[in-house]
């Protein structure tokens, strides 16, 4: 097993995806401060190429492909975000890549992965095991599995984002960042406690899917049914072995949103801000809402995941 990832590695992230990944805005609403007595800066992952901040780790793990692993090809297994992230960076550095995609998975992000030359392969994502397939195509084919989260170089990649924010804003008192598998809260965490020791973080997952929360409070990786919810991108079963040693040593706590309050934080991003945000990316934001006691008067970073939703999708969440 490869060491675990530091700020050092982050470090070295930032300069190896320069050439690819967007340097992302920061955006801030006056009514959004208002409303919660707080100054609050959104880190806004949603512009990042293919959509999300996936794209930062899956760029800085292909680039430090040998040779022979890009003639040969890589696999990744995903819901869509890192899936895309994947088949882009693999067409940069024209690479094979072949990703394992659930069937009901957001016909948007199944066109795109396709769109950048990734060959997809589905499955059911409530009763086959993506992580068993991954091996096996990788076993079968030569591949190099490059997993969405629990991986030293995507761990990495993604604490480049919090990495951007924290150098054009300057100290905060509290961080919210979207949890899944937990490579951006890991990175972020990485990030984080060097840039900004004394700021509180906490990583913010589907109420339906508590793993991570369970995982924080019992002290080893909880293992969950995939969890019924419309954050596609925060279906996961359970926290990764790097993930989990960062998060359990940097987190300040771990919260939950609903899917109702998902809704209603993607309604404000869509009204007050003018922006698109998929379920998963607003599960920081629903946070801050569900909790203004924790930002009152502070300076609160809230990291936007991604933006990939499809536009008829949108509207039904909506009501439109």
Do not use: W
């Not at 076993?139 to 604490?159: F, K, M, N």
């Not at 079963?237 to 998902?262: K, M, P, W």
């Amino acid at each position: 097993m490869s060491l675990a990832p530091t700020f050092d590695d982050v470090e070295s992230a930032a300069a190896r995806i320069a050439p690819y990944a967007a340097r992302t805005p920061v955006m801030r609403s006056r009514v959004i401060n208002e409303q919660l007595g707080a100054e609050v800066v959104f880190k806004c992952e949603n512009f990042q190429r293919t959509g999300a901040f996936k794209f930062r780790g899956a760029v800085n793990a292909l680039s430090q492909f040998s040779a022979e692993q890009r003639q040969a090809g890589v696999v990744a297994y995903s819901s869509g975000n890192h899936a895309q992230a994947v088949a882009l960076a693999a067409s940069i550095f024209d690479i094979p890549a072949t990703i394992v995609m659930p069937h009901d998975a957001p016909a948007a992000k199944v066109a795109a992965t396709k769109g950048y030359g990734g060959e997809v392969v589905s499955y059911d994502r409530y009763t086959e095991d993506r992580e068993e397939i991954g091996r096996i195509l990788a076993a079968e084919r030569g591949l190099t599995l490059v997993p969405p989260y629990d991986h030293p170089h995507v761990i990495a990649g993604q604490g480049t984002a919090a990495r951007e924010l924290l150098e054009e804003v300057g100290d905060l008192d509290a961080l919210f960042v979207p949890l899944g598998g937990g490579g951006l809260l890991s990175g972020t965490i990485l990030s984080t406690r060097a840039l900004s020791p004394n700021c509180e973080l906490y990583g913010v997952e589907p109420e339906a899917g508590n793993d991570g929360q369970r995982s924080l409070r019992g002290g080893s990786i909880v293992h969950i049914d995939t969890p019924i919810t419309i954050a596609d991108g925060a279906q996961t079963q359970h926290l990764g072995t790097y993930t989990f040693d960062i998060i359990r040593r940097g987190v300040t706590d771990i919260l939950t949103a609903s899917d109702g309050e998902l809704v209603e934080a993607m309604r404000t991003f869509a009204s007050v801000m003018k922006v698109v945000v998929e379920p998963t990316g607003c599960l920081g934001f629903a946070a801050v809402r569900n909790h203004p006691n924790r930002v009152r008067g502070k300076r609160v970073g809230v990291i936007i995941s991604g933006g990939n939703i499809d536009t008829d999708r949108l509207a039904s969440l909506l009501g439109g």
